[in-house]
């Protein structure tokens, strides 16, 4: 398994992270972000399918029913590529989803719900490629007032920056281990370390957060 349910038991010495700890939340100041889970991603004929996305579907499906049963703020993204980017020169076997194809499109199971936000984005990274900064503060979600629970896919690509992005505006950041994949083990622990060393995330579990 590739998710980060069992983290800290293969880490090399030098990697040690903390134990997944219950949080508390606010839902009428704290919010989810639920990065990149589209049909590209996480249906078995995507052409960039990564199995161990479609493993955190049920256990990010929890934490998005917690938040809309307390009326809190969720937010998705969607990643799509330019074949004429000229920052992907020589990847172009990589740049999948496109926008408007079927793989683009967010898995059903999200079944986004009116009220909810989803910010489209041309990279890796939101805050460099859409209005999500904006978009954030129109909500009334605030800088180091506001705490952000970020899910999602490619724990080292897309929520590393989506995190990094969060972290560097002042939001304080919680990341539940087996609701973030990667496509190695050894990729998805690296991520997670690089979280709580670089960019102060406390992890959790699915079934560890209380919004309260």
Known sequence: MTGGAHVSRTLPEEWRIPQPERVRLDPKRDFLVVVDLQKEYCHPSGRKYLESSREIVPNVIRVLEAFRSKGA???????YFDPEDPRFRGLESRLYPRKGEWGFELIEELAVQPGEIVVEKDCYDPFLSSNIDEVLRSNGLSPHTSTAVVTGAVTTTCVYHTVSGLFH?????????DCVADRTPAAQLFGLWKFVTLYNVKLTKSDMIELV
């Open 169 to 177: 505006r002042g939001y304080r950041v919680v990341v539940p281990v």
């Open 73 to 79: 703020k969720i937010l998705f993204t969607a990643i």
